[in-house]
T-cell receptor, first 109, second 118 residues
Framework: GQNIDQPTEMTATEGAIVQINCTYQ??????LFWYQQHAGEAPTFLSY????GLEEKGRFSSFLSRSKGYSYLLLKELQMKDSASYLC??????????FGPGTRLSVLP | EAGVAQSPRYKIIEKRQSVAFWCNPI?????LYWYQQILGQGPKLLIQ????????DSQLPKDRFSAERLKGVDSTLKIQPAKLEDSAVYLC????????????????FGAGSRLTVL
């Protein structure tokens, strides 16, 4: 089967660092993707990992451990505009994307 | 480049009526996906096309949902008859899928079509 787990909700303070975890069990692995989705809008691409390790893009970093079926998204210097849902998605061998339930992040002043 | 276009943005219908959604992917993108996103949940794949062929429609409720991608470009998703539980946002996405180029695997989503079934 295919299963992706993420925390449902997280809260953090402006300027802080937050880590959003994702664990997965899928039929094959061909990359892990993180998307940001503001309320009422479409998901937008943030980050992509296909090999183990850390990928850094400005204030956002994503980590992958394929042996553990684990990834995290790290957001630094949080801003109010980072309040959104963060979706973890795995691309499997069928070349389709399986999405997790999403983590709703609230950034407080 | 132009993004993924979808219409209509909003649709309200009564149960047992029919509805159709249209999607125009990014030019040159071979793969097109339709996802259903129920409020508070992640997107769930309904159907995946590679050019004009179906790659995966295992989660498409075929008794009421149908989709086609004529000429490997635009796509339509139809629901007939609609049920209350079909209320959701229908997201169309596309990707380039050029072999050996990781950036080609990124999904780009359209703005979505929000369906309310009363």
């Amino acid at each position: 089967g295919q299963n992706i787990d993420q925390p449902t909700e997280m809260t953090a303070t402006e300027g802080a660092i937050v880590q959003i975890n994702c664990t997965y069990q899928t039929s094959g692995f061909n990359g892990l993707f993180w998307y940001q989705q503001h309320a009422g809008e479409a998901p937008t691409f943030l980050s992509y990992n296909v090999l183990d390790g850390l990928e850094e893009k400005g204030r956002f970093s994503s980590f992958l451990s394929r042996s553990k079926g684990y990834s995290y998204l790290l957001l630094k210097e949080l801003q109010m505009k980072d309040s959104a849902s963060y979706l973890c998605a795995v691309r499997n061998y069928g070349q389709n994307f399986v999405f997790g339930p999403g983590t709703r992040l609230s950034v407080l002043p | 480049e132009a993004g993924v276009a979808q219409s209509p943005r909003y649709k309200i219908i009564e149960k047992r009526q029919s509805v159709a959604f249209w999607c125009n992917p990014i030019s040159g993108h071979a793969t097109l996906y339709w996802y259903q996103q129920i409020l508070g949940q992640g997107p769930k794949l309904l159907i995946q096309f590679q050019n004009n062929g179906v790659v995966d429609d295992s989660q498409l409720p075929k008794d009421r949902f149908s989709a086609e991608r004529l000429k490997g470009v635009d796509s339509t998703l139809k629901i007939q008859p609609a049920k209350l539980e079909d209320s959701a946002v229908y997201l169309c996405a596309s990707s380039l899928d050029r072999q050996g180029w990781s950036g080609a695997n990124v999904l780009t989503f359209g703005a979505g079509s929000r369906l309310t079934v009363l």
